[in-house]
């Protein structure tokens, strides 16, 4: 019977004290996989403590019982999971971060929101209360609200002018354009 192509056999021996797992070498994570008991004192050669008595050292093999599972050291299953809870605790900063930046753009927008509305009225001819009017009803100034494909200050359902509905300024000349060629706010939920 072959092996899948690709795989290699490990020919090196197995170092003492190694751990097999279904016949293989098994890693800290490997054998914290497979079930193995945490936390039994490790033997060392010549080594032993009341509970658990020292390995012959006369070079015979040791055998274990259907009830003696294999054991992995204390230290490696706290390294492993304390490995596992900084991966947990890195993915919360990470969102934590990204929280922080959303909130800090927020704020850095809030002019050029306020410089969208008084862009576009002057080029549209489209009141500046009621751009606003509309705005604040539709996504609170929030340049980053969604709503499905509703995005942006005015929550278009379209590319301003091919760009993102992100940009504010895009928005809301695209928003002005529409109302003074519609000559209305029918397309909008919210009227002024």
């Not at 170092?15 to 497979?34: C, I």
């Not at 927020?106 to 306020?114: E, N």
Request: glycine residues 10%.
């Amino acid at each position: 019977m072959g092996r899948p192509h690709g795989q290699e056999v490990d020919k090196r021996p197995n170092p003492p004290g190694a751990r097999q797992v279904n016949g293989r070498r098994a890693s800290g994570a490997a054998s914290l996989a497979a079930g193995v008991m945490v936390g039994r004192p490790l033997m060392v050669a010549g080594v032993g403590t009341a509970d658990h008595p020292s390995p012959p050292t006369d070079g015979a093999a040791t055998t274990t019982t259907a009830s003696d599972p294999p054991t992995v050291p204390r230290a490696e299953y706290e390294r492993v999971r304390a490995k596992s809870w900084q991966r947990l605790l890195g993915w919360r900063r990470a969102a934590r971060q990204r929280d922080r930046l959303r909130r800090r753009l927020r704020v850095r927008w809030q002019p050029t929101v306020h410089y969208a509305f008084t862009l576009a009225a002057a080029v549209y001819g489209v009141p500046r209360w009621q751009l606003q009017a509309v705005s604040w009803c539709e996504s609170r100034f929030d340049p980053y609200a969604a709503n499905g494909r509703y995005q942006g200050i005015f929550q278009l359902g379209w590319s301003p002018f091919g760009l993102s509905p992100y940009d504010p300024i895009a928005s809301a000349l695209s928003a002005a354009q529409t109302v003074s060629h519609d000559g209305g706010w029918r397309q909008w939920e919210c009227k002024p």
